[in-house]
């Protein structure tokens, strides 16, 4: 019954610009409860890259470049997240995302010694979240970084390498 009334409202929400849904979708980040969630997943469904069943985004995320993000089924973003997609980002199916972690697709380079770094350029690096992964709270995936399935990243951890499949680091 569900599934046929977020199939309709998709498609209804599909019809707006999609500037207008990205509004949307951060007026909704400070909404609780099942009808936030629901509002969320409704209009990331038309925005990102691709997004599964059973996704549960919950209130005062901060995703940015929806567009460059592809989410599984069964997954869930808890609360005060930052999510940057700009360079791209995967996550898999039966991924749970601790509150207060950030995911990073970019980098700043400081080559250039005649320029502030933060005036250097940014370099563009996809991150991919394999299967069945479990973040802790207030992890940091920086770019570049690939987590393989069913790894489990430790609370607090900071992980600039890939992590193989069932792994605890």
Same mark, same amino acid.
């Not at 199939?7 to 936030?36: N, T």
């Not at 005062?60 to 993000?69: D, G, Q």
């Not at 199916?93 to 005036?119: A, C, E, M, R």
């Given at each position: 019954?569900?599934?046929?009334?977020?199939?309709?409202?998709?498609?209804?929400?599909?019809?707006?610009?999609?500037?207008?849904?990205?509004?949307?979708?951060? $007026?909704?980040?400070?909404?609780?409860?099942?009808?936030?969630?629901?509002?969320?997943?409704?209009?990331? +469904?038309?925005?990102?890259?691709? $997004?599964?069943?059973?996704?549960? /985004? %919950?209130?005062?995320?901060? /995703?940015? +470049?929806?567009? +460059?993000?592809?989410?599984?089924?069964?997954? $869930? !973003?808890?609360?005060? $997240?930052?999510?940057?997609?700009?360079?791209?980002?995967?996550?898999?199916?039966?991924?749970? /995302?601790?509150?207060?972690?950030?995911?990073?697709?970019?980098?700043?380079?400081?080559?250039?010694?005649? %320029?502030?770094?933060?005036?250097?350029?940014?370099?563009? %690096?996809?991150?991919?979240?394999?299967?069945?992964?479990?973040?802790? #709270?207030?992890?940091?995936?920086?770019?570049? #970084?690939?987590?393989?399935? +069913?790894?489990? !990243?430790?609370?607090?951890?900071?992980?600039?390498?890939?992590?193989?499949?069932?792994?605890?680091?």
């Amino acid at each position: 019954m569900f599934g046929v009334l977020i199939d309709g409202l998709s498609a209804v929400i599909a019809l707006l610009p999609y500037c207008v849904r990205e509004w949307m979708f951060r $007026c909704s980040s400070s909404f609780g409860g099942r009808i936030g969630i629901l509002i969320r997943y409704i209009l990331i +469904r038309k925005m990102a890259k691709s $997004c599964g069943r059973n996704v549960s /985004i %919950k209130k005062h995320n901060y /995703i940015y +470049r929806i567009k +460059r993000l592809s989410i599984g089924n069964n997954v $869930c !973003i808890h609360e005060a $997240c930052y999510i940057n997609a700009v360079g791209g980002l995967t996550i898999g199916d039966n991924v749970s /995302i601790g509150h207060g972690s950030d995911i990073l697709t970019f980098n700043h380079q400081w080559s250039d010694p005649s %320029k502030p770094i933060k005036y250097n350029e940014v370099v563009k %690096k996809s991150v991919t979240i394999g299967n069945d992964v479990w973040i802790g #709270v207030g992890t940091k995936i920086m770019a570049g #970084v690939n987590i393989g399935d +069913r790894a489990i !990243i430790a609370a607090g951890a900071v992980v600039t390498k890939d992590v193989k499949s069932h792994t605890i680091v």
